[in-house]
């Protein structure tokens, strides 16, 4: 059974950072896109970050670009996300998700319904 821990969440002030990690059992992350969404209060989860495969390709949602870097080690089964510069809009659940690469392509890397596995959760407050 697939399962996805996620660590790393927190409290830092604005134009802090944190590094959050995903954990992975019984899926091969190559052959996976791997994604960091979140969640608001009250609000549907967005898309955050992917990546896919060893080149990899990586694709970022337009209001954390230059700000968060993902990456994985595919040896260790493990996902990163990397936020610097954190502002209080960052304020969020973090959940990471993995998508089957049959169901997924860079066009629809953000489409929710094609993850099929997904973690706990794990919390980001920024404060001013």
């Known amino acids: 059974q697939v399962r996805l821990v996620e660590s790393g969440g927190g409290s830092v002030q604005a134009g802090g950072s944190l590094k959050l990690s995903c954990a992975g059992s019984h899926l091969t992350y190559s052959s996976y896109y791997m994604a960091w969404f979140r969640q608001f209060p009250g609000k549907e989860s967005e898309a955050v970050a992917a990546i896919f495969g060893s080149g990899p390709i990586v694709f970022y949602m337009s209001a954390i670009e230059g700000r968060f870097t993902v990456s994985q080690d595919n040896a260790d089964y493990k996902l990163y996300l990397e936020m610097n510069d954190l502002k209080p809009d960052d304020k969020a659940m973090y959940y990471c998700?993995?998508?089957?690469?049959?169901?997924?392509?860079?066009?629809?890397?953000?489409?929710?319904?094609?993850?099929?596995?997904w973690g706990q959760g794990t919390q980001v407050t920024v404060t001013p």
């Open positions: 998700a993995a998508a089957p690469s049959p169901t997924c392509s860079s066009g629809s890397w953000s489409y929710i319904p094609n993850y099929q596995h």
